[in-house]
């Protein structure tokens, strides 16, 4: 039984209660390009764009969020900073300045030695049709449904060649 497994604590501190996970950081060579693909191919919304140009850097954060949910993202900037804060499952983009102009350029996706970060994963409505989109889209793909034995998932990899899992 998985409350059985070797370092679960059953009983964590009661000031942990309201601790959620809010998101996730990769760091892309190109924000154009990944931008356009969470937003276009991912259908996700871009929520906050934050440039640092003294420390030569922005973070672009992004969410999947239906057209209702979209309504009631706030304008002014205070209050969308706050309101993104409040998320679960934001996708936050890191691009350093200059990374793009450099074709040799490519960060590690964590599924090549040494392996690390391995994936993140998106639920669709149905695997099949949302390859068959990628597929048209010309998006890449590390694992198709009909290949290997899990034939309910499939991986397509993002501009930096990370992997996402389609559930």
């Known amino acids: 039984m998985f409350s059985e497994v ?5 009983t964590p501190d009661q000031e942990t209660q309201s601790y959620r996970l809010n998101h996730t950081m990769i760091r892309v060579k190109d924000p154009v390009k990944s931008v356009d693909f969470y937003t276009r191919i991912m259908g996700m919304k871009l929520l906050r764009k934050i440039d640092f140009p003294a420390a030569k ?5 992004l969410g999947s969020f239906d057209e209702k949910e ?6 002014t900037d205070d209050e969308r900073r706050a309101w993104v804060l409040g998320q679960k499952s934001i996708l936050e983009l890191t691009h350093n300045y200059g990374t793009e102009d450099d074709k040799d350029f490519a960060y590690h996706d964590g599924n090549k030695d040494p392996r ?26 590390q694992k198709k449904p009909e290949d290997g034995r899990m034939s309910n998932i499939a991986f397509i990899k993002d501009p930096d ?7």
């Open 116 to 141: 690390g970060f391995g994936h993140i994963a998106f639920r669709v409505p149905n695997v099949q049709k949302a390859c068959e989109r990628f597929e048209k889209l010309g998006v890449t793909f």
């Open 161 to 167: 060649g990370y992997w996402i899992e389609i559930v």
């Open 57 to 61: 850097f922005s973070l672009y954060f």
């Open 70 to 75: 979209v309504k009631d993202i706030p304008e």
């Open 6 to 10: 070797e370092g679960n604590c059953k």
